[in-house]
């Protein structure tokens, strides 16, 4: 098996299908869909799924005792998933999506978050997949999972921001921050999806939706290409950044943009704006 590196964040469908089969390999998919796409993720990797796919449930492996949507579980928690997904300590972890990426970055991230850093996401994901002819399978999941493997969690605080330290940052600019979210939900012009939402923003930070860092088949832009993106949109570089979003999930896009150009610690603000927009903070419009 050809070595991947962590100098990248992404793997190719091309080392994917050569190495389908090994041991170590671990493919999940972390399909995500808002509800205004009416599509369900589960019943679709029911369907259809990279060959020896798991899923990984962003919604039901969370904090359920937050008000804000899909928070990071506990530790323990997140260690148990894994355990059941077959995922430890040696594992490969290739995360994928049904959009090409949306939704995979957020695996990789969290995964990150407790510890693991043998994580990387399939770039072009299950389209880029699907239009190569690599091998599929549908049917029954439930007796398909692999054999539990320990997994220990050990969480990196510095790669997360509470909702406090965004407060705190208004006054201090201590860190930049990137939205992910569209500019029309950025500027307020555009009705948020989740309903009882402000609109508007986090003052002084930065819109870049993260749907600018993907190429027409939803490929990652090359690093020069997205030094120039964030560039273009307010980064500086060698200052701390921090990325949000709607609900945590597209603001792991951005981290991973940023870590395709080597900044490698990115904190995801992971309450984003289904926290803040639901809160009385000041807010931009």
């Known amino acids: 098996m050809t070595p991947l590196t962590t100098d990248t964040a992404l793997c190719t469908t091309a080392w994917l299908a050569e190495n389908l ?63 059941r997904l077959g995922i430890g300590a040696d594992s490969l972890v290739l995360a994928y999506d049904r959009l090409g990426l949306m939704s995979a970055a957020r695996l990789w991230w969290s995964l990150r978050v407790f510890g693991h850093d043998s994580v990387w996401v399939l770039d ?12 599929c399978e549908g049917g029954a999941v439930k007796d398909q999972l692999p054999p539990p493997m320990p997994f220990v969690a050990r969480y990196r605080p510095e790669l997360v921001k509470s909702m406090a330290e965004m407060v705190e940052n208004i006054e201090t600019n ?4 990137f939205d992910a979210r569209s500019r029309g939900r950025f500027n307020g012009t555009e009705a948020e999806p989740r309903p009882g939402l402000a609109s508007g923003h986090i003052p002084s930070s930065h819109s870049l939706p993260f ?68 809160s009385n903070n000041q807010i931009n419009r």
């Open 21 to 83: 089969s090994h041991p170590q390999v671990k493919i999940v998919d972390c399909s995500f869909f808002l509800p205004a796409m009416q599509r369900d993720a589960k019943a679709e990797f029911a369907q259809s799924r990279i060959a020896g796919s798991v899923f990984f449930d962003i919604d039901a492996v969370s904090d359920h005792n937050h008000p804000a949507p899909h928070m990071l579980p506990s530790p323990t928690v997140f260690a148990a998933e894994m355990n």
């Open 124 to 135: 072009g994901g299950f389209p880029k997949w699907l239009a190569e002819n690599h091998p």
């Open 174 to 177: 201590q860190f930049q921050v």
């Open 211 to 278: 749907t600018e860092l993907l190429a027409g088949d939803k490929t990652v832009l090359p690093p020069a290409q997205i030094r120039h993106i964030f560039e273009d949109n307010g980064y500086q570089p060698g200052r701390e950044a921090v990325v949000s979003c709607g609900s945590g999930v597209t603001a792991c896009v951005l981290a991973l943009g940023l870590y395709q150009i080597g900044v490698r610690k990115v904190a995801v603000y992971d309450g984003s704006w289904g926290e803040w927009g639901a």
